[in-house]
């Protein structure tokens, strides 16, 4: 188990300091790491997912200390080290921001209106929108398109795509609803959550 704690702790130093653009390009790094260690299962990160956004706090810290916690679980660990590998995955990925915040934030102010600053950026702003989109459309296709093991994984798995029903016509009543009347997106997400507890 301490192994896993300090692989844990290196991957998660490894999104943070690689990740631009917030918490949903965190996210992406999440996912390709977890699933390929094979930490989590792919419904078990979505619900990873649902559960930091839902929960106060950043979404990208969130995400990796449901990750930190759900990975030792499954490695068989007591609840005590649960704790550690989420507090290590926690830390860890907020370690780079810190630093990075504290020792180059100055100087980025100081130089932010810089031509080659800027170009950087022009750089990294479709990059990091690109693996925006690709966590949201994998998500789509997990919702929407997954049936049990057999739906798509992924975008490049679109001939596999099969639309389940259910939970398109939840989120489009939601939609519509929400776009049309006074209604609350909140009265979706506890309506799917009782259709997910249902079974439905």
Known sequence: MTNLLMLVALVFAKIGLFTLGGGLAVIALVQQETLARAWLTHNEFLDILA???VTPGAMGVNAATFTGWRTAVN???SWQWALA??????????FASVVGVAVAGGWFERNREKPWVKAIFAVLRPVVAGAIFAVGANLVLAVFGAEGENGA???YDIARLRIAAKPLLLCA??????VTRRFSPLWGLLAGAVAGLAGL
């Open 173 to 178: 009543s939601t939609f519509i609803l929400t």
């Open 153 to 155: 994984k992924c975008i």
């Open 51 to 53: 559960v930091a956004q």
């Open 75 to 77: 490695a068989g660990g």
């Open 85 to 94: 590998v989420s507090l290590a995955a926690t830390l860890s990925v907020m």
